[in-house]
């Protein structure tokens, strides 16, 4: 199609009709030179790996058989060339009114992106398989990972004393207490074993504990971590427990938030180190996530190195909320 030919406007004569004339012409030369840039695209012909056209952007025949690369039927195929071409439209008049440009469209561009790029980088990653003295290294040097941690066997007296209580009242059950604790002890000096030094706890326990899930089993608390013990009983009935050193060892008189409490150890069990063969996949597995975030802090230095960062430290103390203030509630020992 032939390009329409040039208008030429003379300003020679300067009358006001001319200078209008050629400002209302102007709109009409765009217009005109856009319809027919618009008819002459339109007009060349698509290739064989073109399917449709969308204004100036193409919908191919790779794009329109992906993903699973094969065509349907003739309904099919019209069904599915209608949802592109809906798509290319709707793409291009976001594009015309500047929506793809808005702040919501970008951060989601940008996190796009981000995860495109660190799966490549996942995919270029080429670490390989951790060596037998790797995995022996690494287990030597976070032994703490693989040991089984110290338990305690132990059982326990309670009797119950309010916060609130009376001084007389405190003063009575503290006695109450040393006198159970008198006996045990008197029954430690008569026992010719570790055994016999367990049984007068229990049966004091059955008699004047007050707490109801150990008094039936005399006091036996089963066998306990510190992590474990410290999720139900008080700090410092854990702390003096794993501290006992000998079987039948009794604590002295421990006054807590929940009362009085007398402990007993019966038993331990020390911390063991699993060996290499018994958590190989285990540590393969901390090791290779070790050595992953490694390579990550690495790569963010280097990043950082390339592209400064600089954080408004005073402005980001300004915007964090308050931490919650709890009141901090006393541990339960169990109910069994």
């Known amino acids: 199609m032939p390009l329409p030919m040039p208008i030429r406007v003379s300003f020679a004569n300067r009358s006001g009709w001319d200078l209008r004339a050629a400002v209302l012409l102007i709109p009409l030369l765009v217009a005109t030179a856009c319809r027919e840039s618009h008819t002459l695209e339109s007009t060349i012909a698509l290739t064989p790996d073109q399917l449709a056209r969308v204004g100036s952007n193409i919908i191919s025949v790779e794009s329109f058989l992906a993903p699973s690369g094969q065509a349907g039927t003739a309904d099919e195929n019209q069904t599915h060339l209608n949802h592109l071409i809906r798509h290319e439209l709707l793409f291009a008049e976001a594009q015309r009114i500047g929506f793809d440009h808005s702040p919501a469209v970008s951060d989601a561009f940008k996190k796009l992106v981000v995860q495109r790029f660190e799966e490549h980088l996942e995919s270029q990653a080429t670490t390989g398989s951790p060596t037998d003295s790797e995995l022996a290294e690494f287990h030597a040097s976070h032994a703490e990972r693989y040991t089984t941690p110290e ?4 059982a326990l007296i309670q009797l119950r004393l309010p916060p609130t209580a009376s001084a007389d009242r ?3 059950r503290r006695q109450e207490v ?16 570790a055994n016999d030094r367990v049984a007068p706890f229990a049966e004091l326990a059955r008699t004047r504990s007050d707490h109801p899930g150990t008094r039936s089993a005399g006091g036996d608390l089963g066998w306990l971590t510190r992590s474990h ?5 008080p700090r410092e009935v854990v702390d003096c427990l794993f501290q006992l ?8 008189v421990l006054e807590t938030a929940e009362g009085l409490f007398l402990v007993q150890r019966i038993d331990r069990q020390a911390p063991k180190l699993s060996p290499l063969e018994e958590v190989r ?3 393969r597995r901390d090791f290779t996530q070790a050595r992953a975030s490694a390579s990550e802090a690495n790569r963010l230095a280097d990043l950082r190195r390339l592209h400064p960062v600089e954080v408004n430290e005073a402005r980001l103390s300004e915007l964090a909320r308050p931490e919650p203030t709890l009141a901090r509630l006393p541990a339960r020992t169990p109910n069994r």
Do not use: T
């Not at 013990?229 to 009983?233: E, G, N, R, S």
């Not at 050193?245 to 002295?252: E, I, K, T």
């Open 229 to 233: 013990a410290a999720q139900f009983l």
């Open 281 to 283: 996949e285990r540590v």
């Open 245 to 252: 050193s000998n079987p039948g060892d009794l604590s002295p």
């Open 170 to 172: 405190r003063s009575h």
């Open 151 to 154: 338990k305690i066997h132990a």
């Open 178 to 193: 040393e006198s159970i604790r008198a006996a045990i002890l008197q029954n430690h000096a008569d026992a010719s074993n």
